[in-house]
């Protein structure tokens, strides 16, 4: 039997009810409300203390900062093992893993079946969004991890401010989550998007266990997005201030590990003086249309959970000034003195580590100190230059949408749309090589429309005609931009130096949608020549800047073949102004390629 350690906090019955209603299948030894206060901020990370779940770092060096260390078998998001039940495997499409709702059900309670005994289940109730916005939505998170629990506090706006959002409702979002016995064969992370509900067990990874991140903040909210009119898209969010105080937003959608969080806090060069990029979110955008007619986007999240490697003064001055405190960090190495360390941190590696498995580490050591996967989750209020505007229930007016995957070769430094319909088709068909966020190979092209791909939580077809009916709602729409940063030369190096360079991009998208920069017309959208970019002292060879540039036609007629594919793998749903904009490109780019000759 059970033990309340605290009681609960609200007369609601519809929560209360499902609470008890799990807990006699899970059976807790204890269970516990989380209220989001302070008192109660410490006494959680005293109890993952104790129980070996985190590891306090020094002081002196790391103020108010945890270590982590996670199951070695449980490091990234395992998409092959999420799904999405609705209905219908029609609902779902072919992008998502399915199984009738019913029988996933049946699979899951016999997982779930004592999955707490000898455990706390700790009750964590979690706004997404402001509190005061009318489009903010609410969860609760029962689980048994005490990670997750202190997590979802940086995260998420958690506590009893939920409980009041929601008052006596039944609109919450039912997240039921167990570590369980982190056995592979037997992890599941399921939607249920009829039932506002997501089961996950077997895991407790962030991206599989924080449940108001990706499964809810995206799979779920994107299914409710369609349904109401509005997008939940896998994005960040920037203000830029331009020397003239002229304030623009930005939404860019980025597959993870692919530099959102890098774009979303850049700084700017030294050639861009005057210019000030600020910060609204790094992942997660909800978007819709406002009253005067232009799209409007805010940040659902409260914090970051980034991935740490490669983050330096150098490539994220904002990331490193903001993990100097009140951190928790996953997965990366232990100094000897008690910090932290990963590769591509500044200058060189210590001489002796404790890598991410808990084993000695040395500079001779032939695998990685940090897991390629590791992360940090910290505060939004640590990030030096969030935007004034971050809590804005209202959101903010988006100038440029722009997407970007990781291409070594094809894609052009920048792109933009020749309109809203063709930008559709642009980002969804965009291909980008997976990189160690998720499971499996890495350096595998795939394609990730809209850089949303995992996390689509319904048909991707029927996910594209959304896009274009939004479109339609939208009298002011922004323009759509592709980006890669991550282009080639013949040598394997890559031709545009990125991180803060890339404040060149963004100026030359912002003067796009002022109607002051040129641009080159190619088959494939709108390319600016080298000319047309603001390049002093950019420490790359014009050579390599003519290249990144390039619009390749051989390799857009191959890429043209495969985006063709994969519009036949996504299937009848896919809607037809989509299928006429490949070929009104394709019979562009056979013209080009004739003429060539």
């Known amino acids: 039997m059970s033990t309340t350690l605290t009681a609960p906090p609200t007369t609601n019955t519809h929560v209360t009810g499902w609470v008890d209603e799990m807990a006699r299948m899970c059976k807790p030894d204890r269970i516990y409300w989380c209220d989001g206060s302070e008192t109660e901020r410490e006494r959680l990370l005293a109890e993952a203390i104790d129980a070996g779940v985190l590891m306090k770092l020094d002081e002196r060096k790391r103020p108010n900062s945890y270590y982590s260390r996670s199951n070695p078998n449980d490091v990234a998001r395992t998409e092959e093992l999420t799904f999405v039940c609705t209905p219908t495997r029609e609902e779902a499409g072919p992008t998502n893993n399915w199984m009738e709702p019913g029988e996933m059900y049946a699979k899951l309670r016999g997982l779930f079946d004592g999955s707490m005994r000898g455990r706390t289940m700790y009750v964590v109730p979690y706004i ?16 048994d991890s005490v990670y997750v629990a202190v997590n979802i506090r940086i995260m998420a706006r958690m506590g009893n401010i939920a409980l009041q959002r929601l008052g006596m409702a039944d609109a919450f979002n039912r997240g039921l989550h167990s570590v369980a016995d982190c056995d592979p064969s037997r992890r599941f992370i399921v939607h249920f998007p009829q039932d506002n509900t997501i089961w996950s067990v077997g895991s407790g990874y962030g991206g599989n266990a924080l449940l108001n991140k990706k499964c809810l903040a995206l799979r779920m909210a994107s299914y409710y997005a369609r349904r109401e009119g509005w997008l939940a898209e896998h994005m960040l969010l920037l203000e830029a201030t331009s020397p003239q105080g002229e304030v623009r937003y930005i939404a860019a959608g980025f597959p993870s590990a692919c530099g959102k969080t890098n774009l979303a806090m850049l700084v700017p060069p030294p050639a861009f003086d005057g210019w000030r990029i600020r ?40 990331a490193m000034k903001m993990l100097t405190r009140d951190a928790i960090f996953t997965n990366v190495a232990l100094t000897p003195d008690g910090d932290v360390w ?36 910290v505060p939004l209020a640590n990030n030096p230059m ?12 988006i100038s440029a949408l722009i997407f970007g995957g990781r291409r070594s070769n094809t894609v052009p430094l920048a792109l933009e749309s020749f309109n809203w319909t063709h930008g559709v088709y642009l980002a969804g068909t965009m291909g980008s090589e997976t990189t160690a966020a998720k499971t499996g190979a890495v350096g595998v092209l795939r394609r990730d429309p809209m850089a949303n791909i995992p996390f689509i939580g319904y048909d991707a077809g029927e996910y594209l005609a959304h896009w274009l009916e939004m479109g339609a709602r939208i009298p002011r729409p922004p323009k759509i931009f592709l980006v890669n940063w991550f282009r080639k030369g013949e040598d394997g190096r890559f031709l545009w130096p990125g991180f803060g360079e890339n404040m060149r991009v963004l100026e030359w998208i912002l003067e796009r949608c002022d109607g002051h920069a040129a641009a080159r017309e190619t088959p494939v959208g709108l390319v600016p020549r080298a000319t047309d970019l603001e390049l002093r002292e950019l420490p790359a060879k014009p050579a390599a800047v003519d290249a990144a540039l390039r619009v390749d036609l051989d390799e857009w007629h191959d890429e043209l073949t495969l985006q063709d594919q994969w519009l036949d793998f996504l299937g009848p749903t896919v809607p037809r102004a989509l299928r006429l904009q490949h070929d009104l490109m394709q019979e562009a780019l056979e013209t080009a390629r004739k003429a060539r000759v």
């Open 128 to 143: 997404m969004g402001v509190p005061n916005s009318p489009f903010s939505k609410v969860g609760i998170e029962l689980t």
């Open 279 to 318: 910060t609204l979110g790094d992942d997660i955008a909800w978007m819709r249309v406002g009253t005067d007619g232009r799209l409007y986007a805010a940040n659902p999240e409260n914090g970051f959970f980034g991935v740490a490697p490669g983050t330096s003064m150098a490539t994220n001055l904002t």
């Open 342 to 377: 990963w590769e591509g941190m500044d200058g060189p590696a210590p001489d002796r580590l404790t890598d991410w498995q808990g084993e000695p580490w040395t500079r001779d050591s032939k695998t990685p100190a940090a897991h390629p996967n590791s992360r940090f989750t």
């Open 386 to 397: 969030v935007s004034p505007n971050v809590n804005d229930p209202r959101g903010v007016p």
